[in-house]
């Protein structure tokens, strides 16, 4: 008799109850002898004595039988569970398979094993063929019950779509773009580095100087309001709940990371890192949008009533390390919007933190910024050109700002809108004015 379990879903553990079982019995027999024994024996010992010895014998003879019952009774538990595992249904464990989440997608490569863009553009268009029954029902459904715009019910109902990053390395040659509803993960954080090399056929360029003009090819595309055709139909996909997690972005070839498109709803971005020695002198860019006429992609980007304006974003938990020099205009990131929460954000090689150049009621709560030798021992700035973040405010929004726990001690600026700067710093040059 073998009891077995397993370790994991490779390594079976297995232990052979045989002997025990023979043991068991043996010592029952033997017992059962000298009970016998003792019964016919009239030794020259005191009653009582020999009465309690004969109970011990027999106390332990009972107890060995009920554990002899459990023994067979397990054991008639292994032999069915034997003859199941040995019926034509039998799944071995090393070779099971098991069916994945409705909604998520796991990343793949090309048939050389090396690049990553054919497999994410064919996961948004499996995703989006997902969405599409979700979102159609939603949009006749509620429609009806509160009117709303046009694909605000359906966006809103839509299945978010999860692109899971499993290998240590990610290459593209092209820009990869994260529709409405769409979101980029790992189930480990930090386990993924996504690299963007900008040097393939279908790459988008951050030409348009809103802020500045980096004419930078980028990596991820964050997009806006786009429509979307289907084998079922069209949607009108809003930019809802897009979200970048956990994992590492590698810029190449002076690529800006991430650029925001128009007006993302809540748009996450957390516990992930950006790195960009070699790219751009912006980390995440929000703007226009991109490539309006001539999108590469299998989408229209819809630009009817939207404005460049972000509402509710979160940037929480990042690592943002930087150009290392004191190349102007930069920016960790370039926002406009409302209700913006960065928090926990740590900065490396960065002269210019968040620059938030519109908006109200933007909040900063935790931010931490490195100032020092690179690791050749190049300074690359002075430490009075180091700003922590520059905010600025309309006169009816002055004030309507937090920050805090703001560590480094360097500046930070607060400053009205088309203002003169104090100094050089950051962003600016001596005698520029705010954005």
Wanted: charged fraction near 25%.
């Amino acid at each position: 008799m073998k009891l077995s379990g397993t370790k994991t879903t490779t390594e079976e553990i297995s232990v052979d109850a045989s002997n025990l079982q023979n043991e068991l019995q043996l010592q029952i027999s033997d017992l059962s002898e000298q009970i016998a024994e003792l019964e016919n024996k009239k030794p020259d010992l005191n009653t009582d004595l020999l009465s309690d010895i004969s109970d011990s014998i027999v106390g332990q003879a009972e107890f060995l039988k009920e554990l002899q019952s459990l023994v067979d009774l397990q054991a008639v538990k292994i032999k069915e569970l034997e003859s199941l595992n040995s019926s034509s249904n039998k799944i071995p464990l090393d070779t099971a398979t098991f069916e994945a989440a409705k909604f998520e997608f796991v990343l793949g490569v090309d048939a050389d094993g090396h690049y990553s863009d054919e497999s994410w553009e064919e996961i948004i268009k499996k995703g989006q063929e997902l969405q599409y029954a979700y979102y159609k029902a939603a949009e006749d459904k509620y429609s009806k019950i509160w009117p709303l715009f046009p694909g605000w019910h359906g966006s809103a109902m839509a299945p978010v779509i999860k692109i899971i990053c499993e290998e240590p390395e990610y290459h593209f040659k092209d820009t990869k773009r994260l529709p409405g509803r769409f979101c980029l993960s790992s189930d480990r954080r930090w386990s993924s580095v996504l690299r963007f090399y900008g040097d393939g056929q279908k790459v988008l360029k951050d030409t348009i100087a809103y802020g500045t003009a980096t004419n930078a090819p980028i990596g991820l595309y964050v997009e806006g309001k786009t429509k979307v055709q289907t084998s079922q139909g069209e949607m009108l996909m809003k930019p809802f709940e897009q979200t970048i997690e956990d994992v590492i972005i590698c810029a190449h070839n002076g690529v800006l990371p991430i650029y925001l498109s128009m007006n993302q709803d809540r748009f996450c971005i957390r516990g992930a890192k950006i790195l960009q020695h070699q790219g751009a002198l912006i980390g995440i860019k929000h703007g226009p949008i991109i490539n309006e006429t001539n999108y590469p992609f299998p989408a229209i980007q819809d630009t009817e009533g939207n404005n460049v304006y972000l509402a509710d974003p979160r940037f929480e938990n990042l690592q943002m390390e930087g150009p290392h020099n004191n190349k102007r205009p930069q920016a960790a990131m370039l926002l406009s919007g409302n209700n913006i929460i960065i928090s926990n954000l740590n900065l490396y090689g960065w002269m210019q933190g968040p620059y938030m150049h519109g908006g109200q009621n933007r909040l900063i709560n935790g931010l931490t910024q490195h100032w020092g030798n690179t690791h050749d021992g190049r300074m690359y700035c002075s430490r009075d050109e180091i700003v922590s973040y520059t905010v600025c405010y309309k006169h009816n929004t002055k004030d309507s700002d937090c920050f805090s726990g703001i560590a480094g001690n360097f500046k930070q600026w607060y400053l009205p809108k088309r203002s003169k700067v104090p100094t050089k710093g950051g962003w600016h040059n001596a005698g520029e004015h705010t954005l």
